[in-house]
């Protein structure tokens, strides 16, 4: 009797609680607003928090090849980046006023370099450093290895015609190649503890790298294929490939007279005359943020000094290879951005914006006024539509749900339409903005608040 009783008066507790928590965010919320549709003049200010990133280094020392990894990257700096035959890209991460720089990619003919590893030595530092190496290919083989170096992997070429194979082997993805029915072109090897050895820490590294799969999404053995391989052996293969092919190779270019700047941030772009009539959708806590600014722009913590990021979905799913026709910016997010003017307010049937979905969450309406037209495209939505209906039309077995190929098909016929903002003639049937940049605070302009939001 007494538990059923503490557990009412719990219950009544926990309720109380959620009330006063409602009370009170929606007293911060009005406040909010109030400062946004009426500003104080002694407080208005819109500082432009651009800062340029900071680039980093691999500085890792965690791997006998990481050391060769930075040399490598120096060498390509020194001659601005520029070798034949290798091709670098770069990545920048991070928001508002913290930014990072770094390389990303280094591809050569036979050999690839792909850097996303964690290397920072405090682990509660905020400082996002992810310029460590984390995958290395060369012919025949492959290894990708993390922070955790229990997770080592390595992949090991059994194909029949390397040549044929090579492009695949060093630049495509790697996963469930039976499950896929793919050719058979390599296997996969993970750390595994050693027999009767000293009992070692889960994230320590593994002195074997064995053969090992579910039998289902990785090949099998066959015979005398290799079961095992040295782990230290592997990774000093590595090393002495990388600095005997790759680094040679670069060093035995000449440095440059005149280091340029590569890293500059391009110009901006000027933004066609059509597109000053835009809106979107923003949530409470972006809100809050713009309201913060407007309030005492040192509210905001620098890493979120910006109106509005894109956190929206990408058009194409990440894990498929688009190729060449399709640009890459599409498997990326975006912000979507209405067409239309909403400067004197809007009324809700009049407001959709293509294909944006989650509007609970999102129920306050600002005006954009884009200041620069970089990282920002146009697609069309009719596409998408038409070609969903195409595919319904013709299934037959009576599902409601579309399979994975058919969704990606679907959605492969929307990214191709996508084009930069400055190249859209106003072609199409229903246009949707994709920004994929942060949206500054001068950018936007808080319109009113929506009693519902409709769904497209």
């Not at 208005?44 to 006998?64: D, E, G, L, M, W």
């Not at 050391?67 to 001659?79: D, K, M, Y």
């Not at 595994?192 to 070692?200: I, L, N, P, Q, W």
């Not at 500059?264 to 972006?286: G, H, K, N, Q, R």
Request: net charge neutral.
């Amino acid at each position: 009797m007494k538990s059923k009783q503490l557990q009412v008066n719990s219950i009544k507790h926990a309720n109380s609680l959620f009330l006063w928590a409602s009370v009170q965010i929606q007293i911060f919320v009005k406040t909010v607003l109030n400062i946004l549709v009426k500003p104080k003049h002694k407080y208005y200010s819109v500082p432009i928090f651009r800062k340029r990133p900071t680039f980093q280094y691999p500085s890792s020392r965690q791997y006998p090849f990481d050391e060769v990894c930075e040399l490598i990257v120096r060498a390509l700096e020194s001659r601005n980046w520029q070798v034949p035959d290798i091709k670098v890209e770069f990545e920048t991460i991070g928001s508002g006023e913290c930014k990072w720089q770094f390389v990303k990619k280094v591809t050569g003919a036979n050999f690839r370099l792909y850097f996303w590893r964690d290397q920072r030595f405090d682990q509660t530092n905020e400082v996002c450093n992810l310029a460590a190496v984390m995958e290395i290919a060369m012919p025949y083989q492959q290894l990708n290895v993390q922070r955790d170096e229990s997770r080592i992997q390595f992949y090991y070429y059994v194909g029949d015609d390397w040549k044929s194979d090579r492009d695949e082997f060093i630049r495509g993805n790697k996963y469930e190649s039976s499950f896929r029915e793919l050719k058979r072109t390599y296997l996969l090897y993970r750390g595994v503890k050693v027999k009767g050895s000293k009992k070692v820490d889960s994230d320590t590294r593994r002195l074997i790298l064995k053969h090992k799969t579910d039998g289902v999404s990785e090949y099998e053995l066959e015979f005398r294929e290799p079961e095992i391989f040295p782990t230290d052996v592997v990774m000093e293969e590595f090393r002495i490939f990388l600095t005997d092919h790759v680094l040679s190779y670069i060093l035995a270019y000449p440095v440059a007279e005149k280091l340029l700047d590569m890293l500059a941030p391009e110009p901006d772009i000027s933004v066609p005359d059509w597109a000053s009539d835009l809106y979107t959708f923003a949530s409470y806590y972006e809100v809050c943020v713009v309201g913060m600014n407007l309030r005492d722009p040192r509210l905001v913590p620098p890493s979120r000094r910006f109106a509005f990021g894109y956190y929206g979905p990408s058009l194409v799913p990440y894990q498929f290879d688009v190729g060449e026709s399709i640009l890459e910016v599409t498997q990326r997010s975006f912000l979507r951005c209405g067409i239309g003017d909403v400067s004197k307010g809007a009324q809700n049937d009049d407001l959709e914006i293509p294909g944006l979905r989650w509007y609970n969450q999102k129920k306050f309406l600002f005006k954009i006024n884009l200041n620069r037209a970089n990282n920002v495209y146009v697609a069309d939505y009719a596409v998408y539509i038409k070609r969903k209906q195409e595919i319904f039309s013709k299934i037959t077995d009576g599902r409601h749900l579309l399979s994975f190929e058919e969704m990606v098909d679907i959605d492969l016929v929307f990214a191709k339409t996508i084009v930069p903002l400055v190249d859209y003639d106003g072609g199409f049937q229903q246009p949707v903005v994709l920004v994929q940049r942060e949206v500054e605070f001068d950018e936007v302009k808080f319109i009113q608040e929506l009693r519902y939001i409709p769904f497209s």
